[in-house]
């Protein structure tokens, strides 16, 4: 792992004193349009700064968490994009155990791919929450299948489709839309808050892992990300939506995409970071 500097905000514990490991996966595959999402990782970090440890709602600080931040993973540079996400996977391996939660900043979406690949085998049922503007599951986009287009679809390789829980979709192809997966929720049959609060019993009882792409949020809110879509969630609402899976067992999640290349007001990395320390407090606070 490549040190990173600064560290997200109270992640001062070393590994061994601590029980959730904040890590980055600078990755970014083949991209069509807005680039900067490799940059991620250090653009929440750099906002971070910008926000309290203490949740005044939830009565929590980060400080009181044994939280460390260990870097990010460090990958091949010009490597195809499968032997770079091989390079994070066993870079994850090599510190991650059952117990230790781990949370990712990335990078595109794909870099979701390898973490579950490192974590899945451990959590028998494993179930995934996204929470995404897009469905991400293209086989293949810009003649690339690990695409940030394709990434839930690499996901779906490792944990069944069954178990994979796509909610906030406002756009995408029309067979991502017409050849739906089969727990695919889009925002147009429903608003996303109801949509989690209504699957919250499929959810508990199971391991759970929730991916956050922060375009998933309306561009008023987060317009620095790779592919901004109109029409999406409040940074309360999804607060909300964080807070709703209290009590969900959440065995690791992350928050990817932000570019803050295309945000030089840095207000996206700000409030992904809110949305970051919320879920930390919520799901491993108490």
Same mark, same amino acid.
């Given at each position: 792992?490549?040190?990173?500097?600064?560290?997200?905000?109270?992640?001062?514990?070393?590994?061994?004193?601590?029980?959730?490991?904040?890590?980055?996966?600078?990755?970014?595959?083949?991209?069509?349009?807005?680039?900067?999402?490799?940059?991620?990782?250090?653009?929440?970090?750099?906002?971070?700064?910008?926000?309290?440890?203490?949740?005044?709602?939830?009565?929590?600080?980060?400080?009181?968490?044994?939280?460390?931040?260990?870097?990010?993973?460090?990958?091949?540079?010009?490597?195809?994009?499968?032997?770079?996400?091989?390079?994070?996977?066993?870079?994850?391996?090599?510190?991650?155990?059952?117990?230790?939660?781990?949370?990712?900043?990335?990078?595109?979406?794909?870099?979701?791919?390898?973490?579950?690949?490192?974590? $899945?085998? /451990?959590?028998?049922?494993?179930?995934?929450?996204?929470?995404? +503007?897009?469905?991400?599951? *293209? &086989?293949?986009? #810009?003649?690339?299948?690990?695409?940030?287009?394709?990434?839930?679809?690499?996901?779906?390789?490792?944990?069944?489709?069954?178990?994979?829980?796509?909610?906030?979709?406002?756009?995408?192809?029309?067979?991502?839309?017409?050849?739906?997966?089969?727990?695919?929720?889009?925002?147009?049959?429903?608003?996303?808050?109801?949509?989690?609060?209504?699957?919250?019993?499929?959810?508990?009882?199971?391991?759970?892992?929730?991916?956050?792409?922060?375009?998933?949020?309306?561009?008023?809110?987060?317009?620095?990300?790779?592919?901004?879509?109109?029409?999406?969630?409040?940074?309360?609402?999804?607060?909300?939506?964080?807070?709703?899976?209290?009590?969900?067992?959440?065995?690791?999640?992350?928050?990817?995409?932000? $570019?803050? /290349?295309?945000?030089?007001?840095?207000?996206?990395?700000?409030? +992904?970071?809110?949305?970051? *320390? &919320?879920?930390? #407090?919520?799901?491993?606070?108490?």
């Amino acid at each position: 792992m490549k040190d990173a500097a600064p560290r997200f905000i109270a992640c001062g514990e070393s590994l061994s004193d601590s029980r959730i490991a904040v890590f980055g996966i600078p990755f970014e595959g083949s991209v069509n349009l807005r680039k900067g999402a490799d940059a991620g990782p250090r653009d929440l970090r750099l906002a971070s700064d910008s926000i309290e440890t203490y949740s005044p709602a939830l009565g929590r600080d980060l400080e009181d968490l044994p939280l460390c931040d260990l870097g990010d993973c460090e990958l091949p540079a010009g490597a195809p994009p499968r032997a770079q996400l091989d390079a994070a996977r066993e870079e994850v391996r090599r510190w991650w155990h059952p117990g230790l939660i781990p949370f990712m900043l990335g990078g595109d979406h794909t870099a979701t791919v390898p973490v579950i690949e490192a974590i $899945a085998p /451990a959590f028998p049922g494993l179930r995934i929450l996204q929470l995404d +503007a897009h469905p991400d599951t *293209r &086989e293949e986009f #810009l003649g690339e299948r690990y695409n940030y287009a394709s990434a839930m679809a690499r996901v779906m390789d490792v944990v069944p489709a069954e178990r994979v829980y796509q909610v906030g979709m406002r756009t995408g192809s029309r067979e991502e839309f017409e050849r739906r997966r089969p727990k695919f929720f889009p925002a147009v049959g429903g608003h996303p808050v109801e949509t989690v609060q209504r699957l919250l019993p499929e959810l508990s009882g199971h391991p759970l892992y929730v991916t956050i792409d922060v375009d998933v949020l309306d561009p008023s809110h987060a317009p620095g990300t790779g592919s901004p879509e109109p029409g999406g969630l409040s940074v309360p609402e999804l607060i909300e939506i964080v807070r709703l899976l209290a009590d969900c067992t959440v065995v690791g999640g992350d928050l990817v995409e932000v $570019a803050h /290349a295309w945000d030089p007001t840095g207000r996206t990395g700000i409030a +992904a970071s809110w949305v970051i *320390r &919320e879920a930390l #407090l919520t799901w491993w606070g108490k």
